[in-house]
């Protein structure tokens, strides 16, 4: 069974950071890219960004370029999302997906709130 599971969220004052972590099981997760994706509260779901299956490529949207960092460390099976100089703005419930644009699957969020 695949599974992701999410953790690290929490509440956090601007300008503070935090690492998100997302524990994959049930796949080879070096043979995937995978993705942070983002709901701020009454809006969409935003793509956050994503990492090739080796690390080696990583994508950023223009909203997080430059503050946020993703790796991963495939012989944990996990996935990490760096979150430095964090806004009020960054308040969402965070997801890991496995893919790079079509997900296959998702995990079941952790919740980041931004606020002094």
């Known amino acids: 069974e695949v599974q992701l599971v999410e953790s690290g969220g929490g509440l956090v004052q601007p300008g503070g950071s935090l690492r998100l972590s997302c524990a994959a099981s049930?796949?080879?997760?070096?043979?995937?890219?995978m993705s942070w994706i983002r709901q701020a509260p009454g809006k969409g779901l935003e793509w956050v960004s994503k990492?090739?299956?080796?690390?080696?490529?990583?994508f950023y949207a223009d909203a997080v370029k430059g503050r946020f960092t993703i790796s991963r460390d495939n012989a944990k099976n996990t996935v990490y999302l760096q979150m430095n100089s964090l806004k009020s703005e960054d308040t969402a419930l965070y997801y890991c997906?496995?893919?790079?644009?079509?997900?296959?699957?998702w995990g079941q969020g952790t919740q980041v709130i931004v606020s002094s």
């Open positions: 049930g796949f080879t997760l070096s043979t995937y890219y």
């Open positions: 997906a496995r893919g790079g644009g079509d997900f296959g699957a």
């Open positions: 990492i090739s299956g080796d690390g080696g490529t990583a």
